[in-house]
């Protein structure tokens, strides 16, 4: 079964400073992965996926992830993070040809002034 | 386009009184649709997925279970809520042939 590693809980920035979110996954077949992001009391919104192809995807609010296979990890970025970027952000993967989704536990992206 | 709703928003509910939470999608047919559990500090755990009418899948056993009854319609519920039955509970669908999932808003339960 696959399973998905938010090493960080929590990561505090600076508006404006540069953020990475790190996402590590275990599978022994092709997966799909996925970066959502959860405003409080919110459902979660897409944010980018990673299907097949290039391995650096774009997604919205300037969020962009790089899938590397060697390391199992789906990294996410964003050279300059603003305030309204305060939110849980969670990694997910599926395996291909199927629908179900695993999480990983959640990063909560904090940035303050 | 495709919507998703969700509700109620909020709930409170009493130990050992029933559930019902209800999901439906719209602008789309022959959806898969979830039910996941967000406690606090544990993400999302998936509780059920239905892939049509009557169809439901159990990832964990519990004192919870699903319906589909109709093609565009998740419903969530249970006989006798518990206390650990508190938490964020989300719906969302994606297409039969599709690995992305939406999200409703969600439905903030609490039992006291």
């Known amino acids: 079964a696959q399973s998905v590693t938010q090493l960080d809980s929590q990561v505090p920035v600076f508006e404006e400073a540069p953020v990475e979110l790190r996402c590590n996954y275990s599978?022994?077949?092709?997966?799909?992965l996925f970066w959502y992001v959860q405003y409080p009391n919110q459902g979660l919104q897409l944010l980018l996926k990673?299907?097949?192809?290039?391995?650096l995807v774009k997604g919205i609010n300037g969020f962009e992830a790089e899938f590397n296979k060697s390391q199992t990890s789906f990294h996410l970025r964003k050279p300059s993070v603003h305030i309204s970027d305060t939110a849980e952000y969670f990694c997910a993967v599926s395996l291909s040809g199927y629908s179900t989704l695993t999480f990983g536990k959640g990063t909560m992206l904090l940035v303050s002034p | 386009s495709q919507t998703i709703h969700q509700w109620p928003a909020t709930l409170v509910q009493p130990v050992g009184s029933p559930l019902s939470l209800e999901c439906t999608v719209e602008g789309t047919s022959n959806p898969n649709l979830y039910w996941y559990r967000q406690a606090a500090g544990r993400g999302l755990q998936l509780l059920f997925y239905s892939v049509g009418i009557g169809q439901i899948s159990s990832e964990v056993p519990q004192n919870l279970s699903a319906s589909r009854p109709q093609d565009r319609q998740f419903i969530l519920s249970s006989k006798k809520l518990l206390l650990s039955d508190s938490g964020f509970y989300l719906c969302?669908?994606?297409?039969?042939?599709?690995?992305?999932?939406?999200f409703g808003a969600g439905t903030r339960l609490s039992v006291l």
């Open positions: 599978s022994s077949v092709s997966v799909y």
């Open positions: 990673y299907l097949s192809g290039s391995t």
């Open positions: 969302a669908w994606s297409s039969d042939r599709g690995n992305i999932q939406y």
